[in-house]
């Protein structure tokens, strides 16, 4: 059986949600492997979210935010740009590839643009395989 | 019950011995614990046998204090045997909070981490490559020794928690509190952290803040920061913003960043990747090639976020995948 990999997108809801969303209403045909979060800015992506998605069991994160100078918030999106290396530098600590964390900006006319990102992003992570977390069950109780 | 005195005890699991002289640290207050409580089992202090514990009624203790983490099969074993024993169990410091430093471990595993100090490190002679066994036959009979896991973990991955004391060690007049606490029945929900404040270091720590920015990451041992200015604002890497208060700043006042042994904020579920929003935000830059530029200065910042608390984390290890 051919693996399918499982995508968790954060969208920033100005304008690479709406790039998707427009991607929907023309239409275009793109993989269906990402599942969409709507965030309100790319900005407000904590790293814990990634963290959780990896945890349950995406294979892959993506990441997209408006293009930098067009952020709705002015500059959330050069927080974006400053944590994302960071945190693909911790994954990669952390024994999961850097690659699997993708960042994009998309903007709200750019339908094809999101269709283009999606496909080549499943193929990517396609050939890197599943993630398979080694996670005990018990990591789930937290503390205090 | 009322005049009966509680009953409690102190073991340690994968740790450095730190938790127990915290508690001695208490100073003559221990005259006052023994007032109201009968040590009933502290290895670390006086003569005891698991075989004692082993035969006690369950529930027999009133309270546990376990501090360590869990990383082989005794820490495992008396884990379980004292939550049968204890009406309330209490993780006390950071490794059985949170794993704490053996959790380090996490980014290795038994093989690499036997072959680091059995066979690579410098000072060792192993020429017949001999690691440590689980049993070994003698002629007076047969020798053990408990098995160590590859994974570390804490003490609630292994046995239900009642009370969280967190700290490298805990600050002794947080466990004079939480003793107090005990010892008049007042103690909050089962499931809170205790000895410890809700708020973030940073809010306490009387530091200068100007939300100055950098473009180098600077390492404690190679600079003298200037002891009245935050550390981050100076491109020291500080914990504090993703790091409970309650142990009164003591690093922070021998001018040491905090490596956040106090472990996360309630309601953070991984205090690394709340101290990545926090760093992140201090790089000066907007270029994508100069942010790696920067990062570069930066080594080992797992290391940094999860200096304490790799196995409490939401990824709990380094994977193996291509081991
Ligand atoms: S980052 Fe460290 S030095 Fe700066 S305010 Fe917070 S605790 Fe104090
Ligand atoms: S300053 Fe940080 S590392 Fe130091 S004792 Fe306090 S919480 Fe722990
Ligand atoms: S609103 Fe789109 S990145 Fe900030």
């Known amino acids: 059986m051919s693996f399918e990999p499982k995508i968790v997108g954060f969208l920033c809801n100005w304008c690479s949600y709406t790039g998707a969303d427009l991607a929907g209403t023309s239409r275009m045909k793109y993989l269906p492997n990402v599942r969409v979060v709507r965030i309100m800015c790319s900005g407000r992506l904590d790293p814990t979210f990634v963290m959780k998605a990896f945890s349950q069991g995406a294979d892959a994160v993506l990441v997209a935010g408006c293009h930098p100078g067009d952020c709705h918030y002015q500059n959330g999106n050069m927080k974006t740009l400053r944590r994302i290396p960071l945190l693909r530098r911790t994954l990669a600590q952390l024994g999961i590839e850097p690659e699997r964390l993708r960042l994009e900006w998309v903007s709200a006319s750019e339908g094809e643009r999101y269709q283009s990102v999606v496909n080549e992003f499943v193929e990517q992570v396609r050939k890197l395989g599943p993630l398979n977390l080694e996670l005990d069950p018990s990591v789930e109780r937290a503390a205090g | ?323």
């Open chain 2, 1 to 323: 019950m009322a005049d009966e005195k509680l009953r409690v005890a102190m073991f340690w699991g994968a740790a450095c011995g730190g938790c127990d002289v915290a508690l001695l640290d208490i100073h003559e207050h221990i005259l006052d614990v023994i007032e109201v409580a009968d040590i009933i089992f502290w290895p670390c202090a006086m003569d005891f046998k698991f075989k004692d514990v082993e035969a006690m009624p369950d529930e027999h203790l009133d309270l546990t204090f376990y501090n360590g983490a869990i990383r082989n099969s005794e820490n495992e074993h008396i884990a379980k045997l004292l939550r049968q024993k204890s009406k309330l169990m209490a993780a006390f410091g950071s490794c059985s909070h949170m794993g704490g430093i053996p959790g380090l471990g996490n980014f290795h595993d038994r093989k690499s981490i036997f072959e680091t100090a059995y066979l690579n490190t410098k000072s060792t002679h192993n020429p017949d490559k001999v690691f440590p066994r689980t049993e070994f036959e003698v002629p007076e009979g047969k020798l053990t020794l408990p098995e160590i896991y590859d994974t570390v973990k804490t003490l609630n991955q292994t046995v239900p928690v009642d009370y969280f004391i967190p700290g490298c060690p805990p600050n002794p007049e947080q466990i004079w509190i939480v003793i107090q606490a005990v010892a008049s029945g007042k103690l909050p929900p089962k499931g809170s952290t205790v000895g410890a404040s809700d708020k973030a270091l940073c809010d306490e720590c009387p530091r200068k803040k100007t939300e100055l920015k950098f473009k180098q990451f600077k390492r404690r041992h190679l600079v003298h920061p200037d002891p009245e200015v935050c550390f981050m604002e100076q491109g020291i890497v500080c914990l504090g913003a993703a790091t409970r208060a309650g142990c009164g700043w003591r690093c922070i006042q021998s001018n040491m960043p905090c490596r956040g042994c106090y472990g996360p904020l309630p309601n953070a579920r991984d205090q690394g990747a709340k101290m990545l929003t926090a760093i992140a935000s201090h790089i000066d830059s907007e270029d994508p090639e100069e942010v790696e530029r920067i990062l570069d200065t930066l080594p080992d910042p797992a290391g940094y976020f999860y200096r304490f608390g790799l196995p409490l984390s939401l990824l709990h290890r380094r994977q193996r995948r291509n081991a």
